[in-house]
C-alpha cells in the first residue's frame, strides 16, 4: 500500500475496493486552504525508482542523494531495510516542499504523493502476475475530498503519471515477495548491506557489478553485460534479482534459502 500521508491522522477508507472504471471526487488546486498541508509532518517511504527518479532530478549520485535526503531503518516485520525521506527537524517540513511555490520535485515527485487521495494495494493473481486495486486514503485537513470533480480510477492513475511508477514498483514487490517465501525473517548485517545497495543505491551497485572484481559479472552473458550496462532500468531490473538470487534464492550448489554462496 502506498500514502505519502502516513500520519496519525491518516484515514483509509477499507470498506470499498475500487477498479479502474470506479469513480471517486476530489481535487487538489493551489488556491485549497490546505494547499500543501499535507507535505508536513509525513512519514515519506521511498521505493527504488522514487530514488531513481529524484536523484536525477537533483542531478545527483544516488549515494549523494540518499545521504543527504534520507534516513534508512530496518522495518520491524519485514526485516528489511526502508528508506524514508528526512522530514526538515524544525520545520516539519518535506524538504521537497518550497512554501510559497509548493513542490519543487513535482515532475519527480514520489509515487506515495502521485497515489493520495487513494492507496495501491498488490496482489498475487493465479497466473502469478501482480493484480491491484485501490482504496480512497483521507487526511483530516484536506479539503480535496469536497470538491466534486469525478475521476475514474484509470484517469487518476494516467493523469499522475502514475503507470510506469507502479510498472517498477511491482518488480521491487517481486522482491518482498521472495523474502516472504524465503522465510527468512531477519537479516544479518552483510545482506541488509547488499539489500541496500541493490535496490536502493543504484550507482554504488553499478560499480560494484559493473566495474568491481565481481565472480557474478564474470558469470554473466556479455548480452546482458552489454544491456544493463546502458540501460538504467534494466540495470535496476537485474540489481532486483540479484537481490532475490543473493539474498532470498540460495543456489543451484546448496539450495539454502540466502546462503547466496
Ligand atoms: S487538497 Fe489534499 S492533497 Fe491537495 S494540498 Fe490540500 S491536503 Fe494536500
Ligand atoms: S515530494 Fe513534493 S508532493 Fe511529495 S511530500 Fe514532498 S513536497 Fe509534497
Known amino acids: 500500500m502506498s500514502s ?53 532530478r537533483m542531478g545527483m549520485d544516488s549515494d549523494t542523494f540518499l545521504k543527504k535526503y ?3 531503518h530496518v522495518g520491524s516485520e519485514s526485516g528489511i531495510p526502508v528508506v524514508m525521506v528526512n522530514i526538515e527537524k524544525e520545520t516539519y517540513k518535506c524538504p521537497f516542499l518550497d512554501e510559497n511555490k509548493g513542490c519543487t520535485v513535482y515532475e519527480d515527485r514520489p509515487g506515495a504523493c502521485r497515489t493520495y487521495p487513494l492507496a495501491r494495494i498488490t496482489y498475487k493473481k493465479d497466473d502469478m502476475t501482480i493484480g ?12 480535496g475530498h469536497k470538491d466534486p470533480k469525478p475521476w475514474t480510477v484509470g484517469d487518476w492513475i494516467n493523469h499522475e503519471g502514475l503507470r510506469e511508477y507502479n510498472h517498477f514498483n511491482d518488480f521491487f514487490a517481486e522482491v518482498l515477495e521472495a523474502r516472504k517465501k524465503s522465510g527468512i525473517i531477519h537479516l544479518h548485517a552483510d545482506q541488509i548491506n547488499d539489500f541496500y545497495m541493490a535496490c536502493y543505491n543504484i550507482d554504488d551497485f553499478r560499480r560494484f557489478f559493473l566495474e568491481g572484481p565481481n565472480l557474478d559479472r564474470m558469470m554473466e552473458e556479455q548480452a546482458v553485460i552489454d544491456k544493463i550496462s546502458n540501460d538504467d532500468m534494466e540495470l535496476m531490473q537485474y540489481a532486483f534479482n540479484w537481490t532475490k538470487r543473493k539474498i532470498f534464492g540460495g543456489c543451484p550448489s546448496c539450495s539454502i534459502a540466502g546462503c547466496g554462496k
Open 70 to 72: 534520507t534516513a534508512v
Open 132 to 143: 491491484d486495486y485501490y482504496y480512497i486514503v483521507k487526511e483530516s485537513d484536506c479539503i
Open 4 to 56: 505519502p500521508h502516513s500520519s496519525p491522522d491518516m484515514y483509509i477508507d477499507t470498506s470499498k475496493e475500487l477498479h479502474e472504471n470506479d469513480v471517486f471526487n476530489f481535487a487538489c488546486t493551489p488556491e485549497k486552504s490546505c494547499f500543501t498541508h499535507c507535505c508536513y509532518d509525513l512519514s515519506l517511504i521511498l521505493t527504488p525508482y522514487d530514488i531513481y527518479r529524484l536523484k536525477k
